[in-house]
């Protein structure tokens, strides 16, 4: 059964940078679509990014475009999400999940059906 668990959360000033990783065991990434999430308090989850199980298609929310990066590496079956130019409101817990697809990916929470727990970014002052 596929397993995630996501890392390199933390804290960090406006227009930092962070690293997340998703790491996956029990199964090989290379048929998933990996998603990134996040959920702030008292909001509801939203989609970040995400990429193909073959790494060829990715989206991204407006609210980050041209500030993170989604990549993978299915040798090592991991997810990165780089996160640049950081501001407050980025300030959430980040989720990956994983979505049987090779081709495509969305970024509707709905599709998606592994979880990791979660890994908090707080960019702050």
């Known amino acids: 059964q596929l397993q995630l668990v996501e890392s390199g959360g933390g804290l960090v000033q406006p227009g930092g940078s962070l690293r997340l990783s998703c790491a996956a065991s029990g199964a090989t990434l290379t048929v998933y679509a990996i998603g990134w999430f996040r959920q702030a308090p008292g909001k509801e989850r939203e989609g970040v990014s995400c990429?193909?199980?073959?790494?060829?298609?990715?989206n991204y929310a407006d609210s980050v475009k041209d500030r993170f990066t989604i990549s993978r590496d299915n040798a090592k079956n991991t997810v990165s999400l780089q996160m640049n130019s950081l501001k407050p409101e980025d300030t959430a817990v980040y989720y990956c999940?994983?979505?049987?697809?090779?081709?495509?990916?969305?970024?509707?929470?709905?599709?998606?059906?592994?979880w990791g727990q979660g890994t908090q970014v707080t960019v702050s002052s």
């Open positions: 990429i193909s199980g073959n790494g060829g298609s990715t």
């Open positions: 999940g994983a979505l049987p697809s090779i081709w495509r990916c969305g970024l509707e929470d709905r599709a998606y059906n592994s």
